[in-house]
């Protein structure tokens, strides 16, 4: 098993920053490829960024490239996805992943979540 605990969400304008973090434990961190999704509000949930195991390929869903960046501490089993540019349809609960193994971009691959964090940004 691999608990996912995420942490970092909040209100901010359009225009602003947040950083998300998930810290993780149970198993070996590094044997995971790491994911962040969202859903919003009568929306399924969507990809947003991913990471390999040891963080030399990284992965963007279009709506948030060049404006999010995913990064991982092996070292302290933590993975962030920092939020830059926010826009009020970046609303919606973000989610951490694991996969063991390689990445997709298909949640139905991942076997591990956390709980969600609230990010709410305002027009």
């Known amino acids: 098993q691999v608990q996912l605990v995420e942490t970092g969400g909040g209100l901010v304008q359009a225009g602003g920053s947040l950083r998300l973090s998930c810290a993780a434990s149970g198993r070996t961190f590094s044997n995971y490829a790491m994911g962040w999704f969202r859903q919003a509000p009568g929306k399924e949930r969507e990809f947003v960024a991913a990471v390999s195991r040891y963080g030399e390929s990284i992965y963007y869903g279009d709506s948030v490239k060049g404006r999010f960046t995913i990064s991982r501490d092996n070292n302290k089993n933590t993975v962030n996805l920092q939020m830059n540019s926010l826009k009020p349809e970046d609303t919606a609960v973000y989610y951490c992943?694991?996969?063991?193994?390689?990445?997709?971009?298909?949640?139905?691959?991942?076997?591990?979540w956390g709980q969600g964090t609230q990010v709410t940004v305002s027009s």
């Open positions: 992943a694991a996969k063991y193994g390689s990445w997709t971009r298909y949640q139905s691959d991942y076997a591990y």
